[in-house]
């Protein structure tokens, strides 16, 4: 019969060591997050969106064109570019900031 083995463990005398800086306090729990109004503007959405569109490399290149132009072209190619990206656009002509693609601050 094989005599059991200890483990190495066994034969060292467990030490804790003291930590350098003393005990350490628990600093309190931080109160719970006031919920932030989660619903996003109106705008924002439609930002998002036609972020979405600028950066769906699906319908071309977008850089030196509005986005209407892109999204003409992509219709023109047969690429079925969103309708609610068209009718975004044509309710905001005026605006750059809805006109110019994402791109439009970045020299060529």
Request: hydrophobic share 30%.
């Amino acid at each position: 019969m094989t005599t059991k083995r200890g483990l190495i463990t066994d034969s060292f005398k467990v030490l804790k060591k003291t930590r350098r800086g003393g005990k350490r306090k628990k600093t309190p729990t931080p109160p719970p997050a006031q919920q932030e109004d989660v619903t996003t503007t109106v705008k924002e959405e439609e930002m998002q969106q036609l972020k979405q569109f600028d950066l769906d490399w699906r319908f071309g290149p977008c850089t030196g064109i509005s986005r209407m132009q892109r999204w003409e072209r992509a219709k023109l190619h047969g690429l079925n570019p969103p309708e609610e990206i068209k009718e975004l656009l044509l309710q905001t002509l005026d605006d750059p900031e809805y006109s110019m693609s994402l791109w439009r601050e970045y020299p060529f």
